[in-house]
């Protein structure tokens, strides 16, 4: 298990990437409910935050899933669906304690003058490099060029965010 969360966390650094995880299924399944572990035990260990976060996490799961398999099919590389998906849930589930505390902290301090443009910059950083992690991962997958890969990486987020607020209605 440290092997594996060394391997995750050098592909979030940007030097290893999804041709260097194991193709299995089973460590696509253990990655994927790590990276639920992971976040629903920090959800539940932060005070609580509004909104339906369990529903969310599950969208985004099963979206992230079917992106990646549905664009490794189209463009022929079905090779490269269990590194790549497994790449990228590893290397979320390694930031996650950062990406998850970073939106903590921008909605805690969201009112607080002192605080609310340094939290947002903390917060601002990290989404940066969770972009680029997954940018390298899908450049790796593709061997597609850079700003192809950007492309497509904020495609996903841009795609995904929509069908969070399409699917789950958010109160407040």
Not at 74 to 96: N, P
Request: hydrophobic share 60%; charged share 15%.
């Amino acid at each position: 298990m440290r092997e594996l969360t060394r391997l995750y966390a050098q592909i979030a650094l940007l030097r290893r990437g999804p041709q260097d995880v194991p193709a299995s299924m089973l460590l696509l399944a253990i990655t994927v409910l790590g990276y639920c572990v992971i976040n629903l035990s920090l959800s539940w260990a932060l005070p609580a935050l509004e909104g339906p976060w369990v529903w969310i996490l599950l969208v985004e799961v099963l979206f992230t899933l079917a992106w990646y398999a549905t664009v490794l099919r189209a463009v022929r590389k079905s090779e490269r669906i269990l590194q790549t998906i497994t790449a990228i849930f590893g290397y979320r589930a390694v930031l996650a304690p950062l990406s998850i505390v970073a939106e903590w902290l921008v909605r805690h301090f969201s009112e607080d003058e002192l605080w609310q443009l340094p939290v947002f910059i903390l917060y601002t950083g990290v989404l940066v490099w969770m972009i680029a992690a997954n940018i390298h991962i899908v450049r790796a997958a593709l061997e597609w060029p850079l700003l192809s890969c950007i492309g497509l990486v904020i495609l996903e987020i841009l795609t995904g965010q929509l069908l969070v607020f399409a699917l789950i209605p958010m109160t407040r």
